[in-house]
């Protein structure tokens, strides 16, 4: 008897267990449904979708935190990009004002070289032996026009009138006498030098430094002429061509 009852309890443990799901119709009409279905089935369904939804949630939350650290970085850029943007237009601000000086400072030794090269012209034009050489009014002699067979320009020209340099020089040389006449030569330090001829005293000595309209003799009685004369690279030229006053 026992021995029949452990058989029978054996049995029921070993035996599967189904479940039977009734599906009521709607209506009078259709006919009533079942179907059953095994424990193991069961627990495996259930099984197979806790591990979808569990699966499901670690996508997910592995999602958003990728999405989290994509858009911790986005910032990360954004606020680079504006740090970058800042700094662009600090430099581009300095680069004005650096040009700004530059073109000061371009400006500046522009007009210093302009006026550098201004006063070499003028230094230039002022050494040049290309005025009168008398003070006021003088007749010129047409026919005399040669000394020893170079160029010469003679004037004619009251007492007291001023003999003046034609340009800025130094005094080379002072010849002759009051009988043979003087000589007076300024070098104007260009290769240039012009020559004053005339019986009046000299005002001036050896190594004296003059400059356009200094007075180099006053005419005396008795040497109412001046011989003017130019040389050029150490060869006599027309001084009336190069006189600014005959043009």
Known sequence: MEESIGKNAQKQKNKS????????PEDDTMAMKTFSIKMEVLVLSFAAAAFLIVTALTYCFILVRELGIANDSILALK???????????????ENEKLQEKVDILSDTVNEKKVQ???????????????????????????????LDGQPIAYFHVVQGTGVIATAKGT??????????????????GNGYYSVYRNGSKPKVSEGDEVTKATELFVIEAGHERLGYQIIEENTYINPLEFMETYG
């Open 17 to 24: 267990v189904s479940y039977n799901v009734l599906f009521m």
């Open 116 to 146: 550098e090269e201004r006063r070499e012209a003028e230094q230039a034009q002022s050494c040049m032996p290309s005025g009168f050489p008398l003070r006021g009014t003088a007749s010129y002699n047409s026919n005399e026009t040669e």
């Open 79 to 93: 606020v680079q990009s504006e740090k970058i943007i800042e700094e662009n237009n600090q430099l581009a601000s």
């Open 171 to 188: 005094v080379s040389s002072i010849a002759g006498n009051s009988g043979s006449g003087y000589i007076v030569m300024v070098d104007h």
